[in-house]
Structure formats: structure tokens, C-alpha cells
């Protein structure tokens, strides 16, 4: 890194005292949380899930970053008590495997023919959770090359180092949790009842017309037609976002709970498990879970943000899809979506959803994203094999579009298109590798496992949402998904249904423990 560039992060971090202090207080933490993640590694996932949504103010430079501070923390603690002993425990055993072999142990190795070895040469293993992995390593690595080369060093800095880093832990930690139905369904809990308190705290800032945190939304808020909530977020849309993953989550479960009363695609197994538990549980499942999901939807509402709301129903059609067929699926999703279409297309001004009027435009009706995209593919056009590096996408945009401070700061709102400026046709390819990757690995075989389609369909919302939004690989929720997909596809689904099955040795992934 170059002195200028270790100047600007130094000019961007808070007071020595307050780092000292920070340290402190983490290293406190991270002690207390490491006896409890040993006595029992289930506790580690428990705590990730409940940690996914925090995001601390933290003042720097005359501007406020929102880290994951909580979840570092639980990152931090996991790594110390599971995977370093692991990491150094197979150091060890590769230093004795180094040694000549005594004569009986050589004798007592099992013999493996070379074809049994799944190789990366073979195209198809790149849609293997082996594959997967090596394409999430390399995404990182070609994202630190292309730093070096970058207007924003130090943006591309802080996306390796707050980010991609402590992410790609959480990710290899949770790919190894040996996951059962007790624990998914607690890690749901969880979950939903963060979401629930979440959505409460929208209400009351709805009520009140007045938001405890981002100025900024509160500013935006006083020309808006609409009362904007972000409840803890920061940010209407990742609020809208954590809602959506939820709801999703929630329907499977209520889906699943219709299953064993007989519903769409029942057959033997399910009619057992409705025997077995009964068919008022399973109706008790089912009406619980409509409650949480009108109180999450109200919540969703009052974020007004349309991508969360896309996003949302996108999970939902891949839900339809499991449970009545993937043909009605698509016939009903095409018409509502004609009729969608239609409906703000005649739709009056008064409406206000932006494309009449004096102001109407696409622009308008967008928030400025059809702009944002337009000056996306120019910077694409100028340099479409490298990019302009990465993290570099709010400068050179300004740089460009000769536009100021507020609108460079929302330029990155569609990935696809920041990575096609910033990374160019080469990482533009890797990306897209990854989503098929991802897709592939999640999608094959889940629809015998609801854990797993509620995974896959929870993913495919969260890339829809990074179409229209932001954060992709820079958001938790992608590697915590993958990874617990990744795992489920590796036991074939044998997680949702009860002990779990460890990973096999010949699909050991890479780093595996």
C-alpha cells in the first residue's frame, strides 16, 4: 500500500484512545464468548444468526461507518476455539505425515484409484460445493489484485479488511456445523424473533414520524411522500432486506406444516410425520406463522422499499415452485407480473409512483437508479477488460459524471453494474460463475429438504436484491447462506432431517477440518 494511501486510512480511523479502548473491550468479549463456543459448538451458528443484523455508528473522518462490530466479535471467538485448533492440529499431522512411514502403516493406507479423486479440471466440478469454494477464493483474490490499480485503495481496503475477511471465517465456520433439524430450528427462532422486535421498532418510528438512527433517511424523509422506517438498520432497504429473508424462511415452515396436513405434494413421508406429531401441532405451526408473517409484512410496508418487496416475491415464486409445480408457477408469476406492469404503467399521477406528472421519468419512478445505471455502463465502455479497480466505483463515477458528493455516494446500487466498471469483463465473468455455481449447489436436490429450499430461495431473493440495491459479497447474509447451504448439499439433505451426517472425506472441501 502506498503512503498516501496509508495516510487516507489513518485519517478515516478514530483516536488512539478509543482504539485502545475498543481493543479492550473486544478482547473482554471475544474471552467471554470462547469457553461458551467450546463447551458446545452449536452455540457458535445460535450466536452468528443473532449477531448477522447489528451494525455499530462508528465516527471517523467526519463521517459514520456502520460495521458489524457484534458479529466480528462471534467471528473472532469461533475462529480462536474451532478452527485454529483444527488448522493446527492438521499442521501437525502434515509434519508427522512428512516423516518416512513406519512399514504396517503403510501397509494400513488405503488404496484410492486416481479417477475416484474429484479433480477442478473436470468442468462439472465447478458446480460442486468444492467448486464453489474456489470460486469464492478466487473472487477474493482477483477483488485484492484489482485493488492495486485502484482510484479508492483504501475504500478496496476497507472492503477486504471489514468485509470479505471476517466473512470468509463465518463462511468456513458455518460450512462445518454439523446441522440438525433442533439446531436449524432454533437458528429460526432466533431469527424471527429478531424480526418481529425489528418490525415493532419500525412501528413505533412510523407512529412517531420520527427515526432513532440515520440522519441521513430522516433528511431524504422531510421531501418524500412517504414515511420512510429503517428500525436498527440504517438503511430502509437492508431493512426491507433482513425482512424478506425472514418471511421466506417462515413460509417454508408454513408450507412444510401444510404438507403434513395432507396439502400440495404430500406423500408417505409426510403423512408419517403428520402422524407422528398430530394434526393440531402442525395447524398451531401454521397459524403462528401467518401471525409473524402479517406482522413482518406490515414492517416491510412501512420501509417502502421496492426492491425488499421484489426481492420478497422472487423468494416466494421459487416457494410456489416447490410446493405446486414450477409450470403454474411460471403462468400465474407471468400474468400477476403483466398485470403489475400494466397497472403502473395506467396508474395516475396521484399515485405518485413517479412516471407522471411534472417530475415523472423512469429516473423518478426508479430513485435515480436508471441514471446511476446509465453511468455505470459508460465507465464499462471506457475500460471493459480491467475495470477501474476495485472499490473504485463512487470516485471514477464522480470523476465522470462530474456529479457531486450525495449521488456518487448511491452510484454502486446495482452490482452487476459496479462490478462490470470496477472489475471489468473479468470480473464480471467470475461473478457470474459464482452465481451459477451457487445456484447449482443449492438448488440440486432441495426440493426433498425444506431447510434447503428455504436456503436456495432465500438466496436467489438476496441476489435480486442486489440488482436493485447494493451489497453482495460485502453483505454477511451471502456467505452465511452459502455456507449453510453448501453444508446441508454435502450430508444431501440429511440435516433437515434429523442427526446430520458428516462430510465425507472424498468431497472434503478446501480448508476443510
Sequence with gaps: MSSRSAALLATRLPGTGAIVAGLAVAVVVVAALAPVIRRDPRAFPLLAVFTLPFRVPIATDGRTVNLLVPLYLVVAAGTLTLLLPRWLGRSRASTRAGAPARPEEASAAPLRPAQARPTLRRPRTWLTPRGLEWILLAAVALYVLQASYSADRVKALENVAFFYV???????????????????????????????????????????????????????????????????????????????????????????????????????????????????????????????????????????????????????????????????????????????LAFVLLAPASLHFGLKGAKGSAANATSGRTTLIGGGLELFAKRPLEGYGSGSFETEYKRHSATDAANAASASHTIPITIAAEQGVVGLALYASLLVSAFAVLFRGAGRSPPR???????????????????????????????????????????????GVPVREADAPVGSV
Aim: proline share 3%.
Design 166 to 340: 471476517p466473512f470468509g471465517l463465518l463462511f468456513l465456520l458455518l460450512r462445518d456445523v454439523r446441522w440438525t433439524r433442533e439446531l436449524i430450528a432454533r437458528c429460526l427462532g432466533v431469527a424471527v424473533t429478531l424480526a418481529v422486535l425489528f418490525a415493532g421498532v419500525g412501528f413505533v418510528e412510523y407512529a412517531r414520524k420520527s427515526l432513532f438512527l440515520n440522519p441521513k433517511v430522516v433528511a431524504a424523509d422531510q421531501y418524500s411522500n412517504y414515511f420512510r422506517v429503517n428500525s436498527v438498520f440504517f438503511d430502509p432497504s437492508i431493512y426491507g432486506r433482513f425482512l424478506a429473508l425472514v418471511m421466506i424462511a417462515v413460509m417454508t415452515a408454513v408450507l412444510a406444516a401444510g404438507r403434513g396436513l395432507g396439502g400440495p405434494g404430500a406423500g408417505p413421508d409426510e403423512r408419517a410425520l403428520r402422524a407422528r406429531r398430530g394434526q393440531v401441532h402442525a395447524r398451531r405451526e401454521m397459524l403462528a406463522g401467518a401471525a409473524v408473517l402479517a406482522w413482518l409484512l406490515g414492517g416491510m410496508v412501512t420501509s417502502f422499499s421496492q426492491s425488499s418487496i421484489a426481492a420478497l416475491l422472487l423468494g416466494l415464486a421459487v416457494l410456489a415452485a416447490w410446493s405446486w409445480g414450477v409450470r403454474p408457477t411460471l403462468y400465474v408469476s407471468g400474468t400477476l407480473l403483466v398485470l403489475a
Design 453 to 499: 429450499i428455504a436456503i436456495a430461495a432465500c438466496f436467489a431473493a438476496l441476489v435480486l436484491h442486489t440488482w436493485t440495491y447494493a451489497d453482495f459479497l460485502e453483505d454477511p447474509f451471502t456467505w452465511a447462506l452459502l455456507a449453510a447451504g453448501l453444508a446441508l448439499a454435502r450430508a444431501g439433505g440429511a440435516g433437515a432431517g434429523g442427526a
